[in-house]
């Protein structure tokens, strides 16, 4: 069976720090590029980061550059997302997707449910 699950999400005040996982099941995660997605209320999904097959080349939002830090353990099937300086705006529902092709919400072949993250004062 395919799982691919989220956790870390919160609550926290502007300037906390918080680490996502994601961890997958019943496929090889090692052959996926993987992202995250925030989904803001009212708003589609957005590309917050992603990561290649073997930590290659990583893309960031630039509203989230020197703050958020993308990682990935292919031994244990692990995304993780380390965020720091967290902002009001960063406030969302956060899934990770993988794809054999490209960093897209749309085009990916596994998706997380998500996870809330909530940064407020």
């Known amino acids: 069976q395919v799982q691919f699950v989220e956790s870390g999400g919160g609550e926290v005040q502007p300037g906390g720090s918080l680490k996502l996982s994601c961890v997958a099941s019943?496929?090889?995660?090692?052959?996926?590029?993987v992202g995250w997605f925030r989904r803001a209320p009212g708003k589609d999904h957005e590309g917050v980061s992603c990561?290649?097959?073997?930590?290659?080349?990583?893309y960031y939002k630039e509203s989230v550059k020197g703050r958020f830090t993308i990682s990935r353990d292919n031994a244990n099937s692990t995304v993780y997302l380390h965020m720091d300086n967290l902002k009001p705006e960063d406030t969302g529902v956060y899934h990770c997707a993988a794809s054999l092709t490209q960093c897209s919400w749309y085009l990916s072949d596994y998706w997380g449910r998500g996870t809330q993250v909530t940064v407020s004062s």
């Open positions: 990561i290649s097959v073997n930590e290659g080349p990583t």
């Open positions: 019943g496929f090889a995660l090692e052959n996926y590029i």
